[in-house]
Every structure is written in C-alpha cells, then in structure tokens.
T-cell receptor, first 114, second 111 residues
C-alpha cells in the first residue's frame, strides 16, 4: 500500500516552454501533498505544500507564478514549471500523506531544460 | 535556525558488519524523527519513525535510537548486505506538515 506515482519520469523541454508533472496517490487519499526539488548530491528541498481544494503554500524563495501547483483531488496534484530555463533543470519529487505522519514519495521526475 | 547534520558524505562498510549512521540536530527539539532510504534517481522510501519518548526502535535488521539529550539519532543496519548500499536521509519535522531532510549519508557495503 501507500504507492505514489509521478508522470512523466523524465522530460526534456526547450527553454521558454512549460512542462506539467503529475503526482498521484494510487491506493490512498492524500490530504496533503508536497513538492520537492533535488539538485545533484544535495538534499531534498521543499518547494510547496498543497492541500486538496486550497491554494498551495510556497516556501521562501520559491516563485509561485513560476511553479504552479494544483491539487484538484485527494489523489492528484500537478506541478507546472512555466517558462522553464536551464537552471530549472532538476529532479522533482512529490510526496503524499494521509492523517499519519509518514510521507510517501513518488519516484521523481527528471527535468532537463535545453 | 533549525539545522540537521549527518555524518560524513560517504561510509564504506564491509559486508556482514554493522553500519552506523549519525544524525545530529541543533536549535530545536523534534517530537519525532524519520529515516528514509534513497537510491540514485529515485524518490526516498520511508524506513522508520521514532518518537521522542522512544529510546530505540527496530525493524528487521534496522535499529534507530533517539537521544534527546545529545540531540542525536543513530541508525544501525546489522548484518549489512551490498543491497543496503544507498543514501540514507534523516528527517525530523520542520513545523506543521513539513519535513526537513539532512544531506544524507551515502552508504557503500563492500562485498
């Protein structure tokens, strides 16, 4: 149980375009979903927290107009990187939790912006 | 500010021995602490959670201790195997629903 999927697993896009990443909880309803970014050999850095049906809460320094998060249902959250630039290239990971403390992570999405 | 430190970036352990990883935290007192495993190019996988009133927690070959006086958690893998090679992340709560991740320790189990 507690499986989280992400789609796509990797994506290459051109600078200036937008790309959408989906995060789904497959066998449970997620009251809260989180989006992280991880650069090589670095720790996971929380970008934003989203609760179903409400606006996401962004961490300091994360541009909410650039990283659009939509948590449309209890099993789906999306992250859209708008007007992507090469410095946005990173490993994006989502996680989901129910009412317990543990977060269950997706397999991650590798974004490369050329 | 809250700070998480994990010992050494990489740890080499001979197969069959016990691997011990350290997590130190400063400037706060977490009510619990989680440990995750992360393989290259993958998301973290939850391993164990230990609460402040628990001194020790075990799961199969894994053992976690939590010393609130020393502000330290130790993560042990006994009878280590090459398949245990991965990065292990210490993750105390960061307020609200958040988790703060340490940089992790890359563990290599040598055959």
């Amino acid at each position: 149980g507690a499986v989280v999927s992400q789609h796509p697993s990797w994506v290459i896009c051109k600078s200036g375009t937008s790309v959408k990443i989906e995060c789904r909880s497959l066998d449970f309803q997620a009251t809260t979903m989180f989006w992280y970014r991880q650069f090589p050999k670095q720790s996971l850095m929380l970008m934003a927290t989203s609760n179903e049906g409400s606006k996401a809460t962004y961490e300091q320094g994360v541009e909410k107009d650039k990283f659009l998060i939509n948590h449309a249902s209890l099993t789906l959250s999306t992250l859209t990187v708008t007007s992507a630039h090469p410095e946005d290239s990173s490993f994006y990971i989502c996680s989901a939790r129910t009412t317990t403390t543990e977060q269950y992570f997706g397999p991650g999405t590798r974004l490369t912006v050329t | 500010s809250q700070k998480i430190e994990q010992n050494s970036e990489a740890l080499n352990i001979q197969e069959g021995k016990t691997a011990t990883l350290t997590c130190n935290y400063t400037n706060y007192s977490p009510a619990y602490l989680q440990w995750y495993r992360q393989d290259p190019g993958r998301g973290p996988v939850f391993l164990l959670l230990i609460r402040e009133n628990e001194k020790e927690k075990r799961k199969e070959r894994l053992k976690v201790t939590f010393d609130t006086t020393l502000k330290q958690s130790l993560f042990h893998i006994t009878a280590s195997q090459p398949a245990d090679s991965a990065t292990y992340l210490c993750a105390p709560p960061g307020g609200g629903d958040k988790i703060i991740f340490g940089k992790g320790t890359r563990l290599h189990i040598l055959p």
